[in-house]
């Protein structure tokens, strides 16, 4: 059974300020999935990674895949407020239509 | 209107009523997905139908049932659910290449927050 485990769970740094979210997964896979949720809001998809060593950045977020590792980082450069959100790392199941999310890694950056 | 939307956004029912939340997906997508969100619990995919047939049904209580009519809707009929059951239902929807293959992007709709009583 896939496991996915994101850490930390909850994040609080200052403007500024460079961070990264690890997102750890137990079994094969060759594609991850970033996400971000606002409060009441709707998942938004932000990166898609589909092999080793893919690498993709978007703004302030970068996020990194490493199939050997079993591991994707997202990293924050000179965080700013808008960042602050919850950020979710989704791994799919050995060849299905099924995506296994992490519990979601809750991001606030302060002023 | 454009997107994954779902009604109602917010439902509140006692455990004896019969209640349906509905998904629209306006992507031109081919696959669509149940997922539950709860406080303290990764989101849980609960159905997926691709081509219009279902194809995971992840152990779900039979109290919950969905239904595909075609690729754009969606719903999920609730019947004599539990307060456990109370989270946030989040549809999405995505292309299957029509070789089978999982492109593996959701698009998500903005939930349907459930209250169960």
């Known amino acids: 059974e896939l496991k996915v485990e994101q850490n930390p769970l909850f994040l609080s740094m200052q403007e500024g300020k460079n961070y990264t979210i690890y997102c750890n997964y137990s079994?094969?896979?060759?594609?991850l999935y970033w996400y971000r949720q606002d409060p009441g809001k709707s998942l938004e998809s932000l990166f898609v990674?589909?092999?080793?060593?893919a690498v993709k950045q978007e703004g302030r977020l970068m996020a990194s895949l490493d199939t050997k590792a079993r591991l994707s980082t997202l990293h924050i450069t000179a965080a700013v407020h808008d960042l602050s959100a919850t950020y979710f790392c989704a791994v799919e199941e050995g060849g299905s239509e099924k995506l296994v999310f992490g519990k979601g890694t809750k991001l606030t950056v302060n002023p | 209107e454009t997107g994954v939307t779902q009604t109602p956004r917010h439902l509140v029912m006692g455990m004896t009523n019969k209640k349906s939340l509905k998904c629209e997906q306006h992507?031109?997508?081919?696959?669509m997905y149940w997922y539950k969100q709860s406080a303290k619990k990764p989101l849980e995919l609960m159905f997926v139908y691709s081509l219009e047939e279902r194809v995971e049904n992840n152990s779900v209580p039979s109290r919950f049932s969905p239904e595909c009519p075609n690729s754009s809707h969606l719903f999920l009929h609730l019947h004599t659910l539990q307060p456990e059951d109370s989270a946030l239902y989040l549809c999405a929807s995505s292309q299957v290449r029509l070789a089978g293959e999982f492109t593996g992007e959701l698009f998500f709709g903005e939930g349907s927050r459930l209250t169960v009583l």
């Open positions: 079994t094969t896979s060759d594609r």
């Open positions: 992507l031109g997508h081919n696959a």
């Open positions: 990674l589909l092999s080793n060593g």
